[in-house]
């Protein structure tokens, strides 16, 4: 899905919502509210007026790394954009050149035995493209190709977590106005891992949440079911599906969900990434179980939901193909109202933005 529309460029958060005046915080932000072709405007924290007791939140408990590292390959410096870990220990990883405004831009991919040099001595190694097909990130024969954005790499070293953790630095990109700490890019619901894996880029709809609001919407009746999905990069100059990403639904969250949807409440996912893990776990029979491994569903109109009632999620651009799953869940109308009506509002897109709330 494609809208006819164009974001203007101060329409970009530049800044986190707390950063903007004093005594702001997190949930300071507007938040859209459709109901098929019926829009509404609220604030964030009016979430739980808008939720009744019953209604379930599938939340994504991933943490968000540090994924951007500086490095030079031959003489020119390159920014590495650490994705996702594949089952052999290589990652899937993105060049990207420093546009010297401390942002970066998209370059080409490749080719295949390209060395790049790394922090504290790590040595990284492109070895093929990543195609993005297949559910455990297949590649696609033959290889071919200098302009393929993602590449498997080999890493030298102690391990990736270690060199994020002591020379990385949060992925942005050129609509933000600066750098910001990592505790800018978690949500309160961000988990670490055992193994130091986590999201190349923050699992955003989540981010207005905070404690205070979290215990309102608990003590209102509203249950928590928490999943994980660790996304890749998502470049914005680079709008094609996402690659396949590692998910986990546990039992306990199965159980949750299945519960929910028995008592008549409403299942309303927190961001895109919340809708893979879980639309990833249904079996044939309509019924969520645990499940863990790598996911390559992208959910479509013609695929539908089939767990979903709602969905809270960020603003997109008008060609992100996270409109597909939006328009899955809302339909296209719903979708090119909500859209309409976010630009005559003046709402703010992307990680620091507004949000969006589509309700049955």
């Known amino acids: 899905m494609t809208l006819a529309v164009r974001v203007p460029e101060e329409l970009s958060a530049r800044v986190p919502v707390e950063q903007r005046g004093p005594g702001m915080e997190r949930d300071a ?84 035995g390209r060395e790049v040099r790394l922090p504290g001595g790590v040595r990284l190694v492109l070895e093929e493209p990543l195609s ?3 559910e455990r990130l297949v590649l696609e024969e033959p290889l071919s190709g200098r302009g393929e954005r993602l590449w498997w790499a080999r890493v ?6 270690g060199l994020l953790r002591k020379y990385g630095r949060p992925i942005r990109y050129a609509y933000t106005e600066r750098d910001q700490p990592l505790s800018v890019y978690q949500t309160v619901f961000a988990l670490p891992s055992a193994d130091g894996t986590g999201s190349a880029e923050m ?43 590692r998910f986990a639904v546990t039992e306990a969250s199965a159980r949750l969900i299945d519960a929910a949807r028995a008592g008549g409440g409403r299942v309303v996912a927190v961001g895109t990434t919340a809708v ?23 959910v479509t109109p013609e695929r539908g939901v ?16 996270h409109l597909l799953m939006l328009e899955a869940v809302a339909g296209r109308v719903a979708v090119e109202r909500g859209y309409e009506a976010a630009l005559q509002g003046r709402y703010l897109w992307h990680e620091f933005g507004d949000v969006h709330l589509v309700l049955p």
């Open 29 to 112: 932000v507007r938040m859209l509210v459709s109901r098929g072709a019926e829009v509404a405007h609220h604030t964030f924290p009016e979430l739980p007026l808008l939720l009744r007791a019953g209604d379930l939140l599938v939340v994504n408990t991933s943490a968000t790394l540090a994924a951007a590292v500086d490095g030079w390959t031959g003489h020119a410096r390159v920014v590495v954009h650490f994705s996702t870990r594949g089952d052999d220990g290589r990652w899937a990883v993105e060049l990207r050149e420093p546009d010297g405004r401390g942002t970066t831009r998209a370059r080409a991919g490749g080719p295949a």
């Open 132 to 134: 993005g097909r297949g």
């Open 156 to 161: 030298s070293g102690p391990g990736v977590p």
């Open 203 to 245: 699992p955003s709809a989540a981010r207005p949440f905070t404690a205070r609001l979290v215990a309102e919407l608990v003590s209102r009746g509203v249950q928590f079911a928490p999943v994980t999905l660790h996304t890749g990069v998502a470049s914005a100059e680079a709008h094609e599906p996402p690659y396949p990403e």
């Open 276 to 298: 893979r893990a879980v639309e990833s776990a249904v079996g044939a029979d309509g019924a969520v179980r645990a499940c863990a491994g790598w996911t390559d569903l992208v």
């Open 306 to 321: 089939r767990v979903v009632d709602g969905l809270l999620t960020g603003l997109h651009e008008p060609q992100a193909s």
